[in-house]
């Protein structure tokens, strides 16, 4: 398998609430595999609280709320799903293509985990999962079909690391 460099973190989150970063970098990796992303790439993730993702959505999006996970792609896939960019998209000083940034409400991940009766562990795979597809360009908001084959693409990926969907 490829070595992918992903950094992960907390910030200002309470031991009850902090998600697995192990479980996330796994995620990242499994999605990038299934993706047949053949180039090491470099993703960064920051896990916040509903404060810190509510001041990001709003600089960002426009939109003053706390959300689950946002997702800011480096670079723009199209069609959406994996392709070789040219080389001048990889970091000279590390070899890695940097996909994006990926941020999480801890809260959030937590509260929804309740609302749809998962473990918390499974709603953490499913947005990690999610966050990584748009990195790559998918996107479930343009058009019905894009929604359609994103959803296709995370639903086998969960299978693949064993949950339900």
Known sequence: ??????????????????????????????????????MPCEVNVFIADDKVIREINREFRGIDSPTDVLSFPMHTFSPPGWSAPGTEAVDPETGLLPLGEIVFSAQRVHAQALEYGRLLDKETAFLTVHSVLHLLGYDHVAQAGDRRKMREHEKKIMHDMGYSF
Request: aromatic fraction near 0%; hydrophobic fraction near 35%.
């Open 1 to 38: 398998m490829i070595e992918h460099k992903i950094c992960a973190r907390h910030s200002k989150v309470k031991q009850p609430d902090r998600l697995s970063i192990p479980l996330v970098k796994h995620c990242i990796r499994i999605t990038l595999h299934s993706e047949r992303v053949n």
